[in-house]
């Protein structure tokens, strides 16, 4: 039979977590007005100055849970054929990528990267979403992306030199934006020589935006299936 990893045993919570969970609703019904980051900030405080033996408590109902759910993991890995094994591994793996790519793009929220640059085609859509025709988004990216196509190269040249400006505009906050990660001592996040060079001059702008046409064809085949 197939195995999905949502079969898996669920790991216990920790001894904080426990707290938190049993102590939220008491917490949230005395402080309503505050948001949830500050309600968890001051549940935090809470279990810092908890004594050492309710502390216990909540490490000891912990240990009870890990031994079942030990037990519980290896009836579970038991069961599994070699190849479910190798499919849950891979599934697995596929979503701690997805998370850590998540966690990546929120980071890079948090300390200000500048947006990418748009291309002429994305800039094309934003300008005329709204009046397109169609019911559904879909529809209405439809109906842009066949009017992108039957305009002429001179009647794409606005979009793609707005397109060339807002690339101008991004290289010049990246500086910026990569000097300030140096002060920070996040030389991590700073694109190496080769990422920053030049790409070959005849790639143009008109190849971008043939590019991301192809992306949009591809998502409206997929949401017409």
């Keep these: 039979r197939g195995i999905s990893s949502e079969e898996r045993p669920k790991r216990p919570l ?12 008491a917490f949230r019904q005395k402080n309503p007005e505050m948001s949830n980051m500050e309600l968890v900030k001051k549940i935090a405080g809470a279990w810092k100055e908890l004594p050492a033996s309710q502390k216990q408590v909540y490490e000891d109902a912990r240990k009870t849970d890990w031994q ?13 054929t070699p190849a479910q094994a ?8 596929k979503r701690l990528a997805k998370r850590r790519s998540f966690r990546a793009k929120r980071e890079m929220t948090v300390l200000g990267k500048p947006k990418r640059p748009r291309s002429g085609f ?89 590019s991301h046409e192809s992306k949009a064809k591809s998502k409206l085949k997929k949401s017409e299936e």
């Design 122 to 210: 994305n800039i094309f859509v934003s300008e005329n979403f709204q009046e397109s025709e169609g019911v559904s988004p879909a529809a209405k990216l439809k109906q842009l992306f066949d009017s992108w196509r039957k305009l002429s190269n001179s009647q794409k040249q606005p979009y793609l030199q707005l397109a060339e400006d807002d690339k101008v505009r991004y290289e010049n906050e990246m500086k910026s934006w990569e000097a300030k990660m140096v002060e920070l001592g996040r030389e991590d996040l700073v694109r190496s020589r080769k990422q920053r060079s030049k790409k070959n001059p005849a790639e143009t702008e008109m190849a971008k935006a043939s």
């Design 68 to 80: 079942k759910y030990s037990e519980q993991l290896a009836a579970y890995k038991a069961q599994l």
């Design 86 to 93: 190798a499919a849950l591994k891979e599934e697995r793996r």
């Design 14 to 25: 920790t001894a904080y977590f426990r707290f938190l969970k049993e102590n939220r609703t």
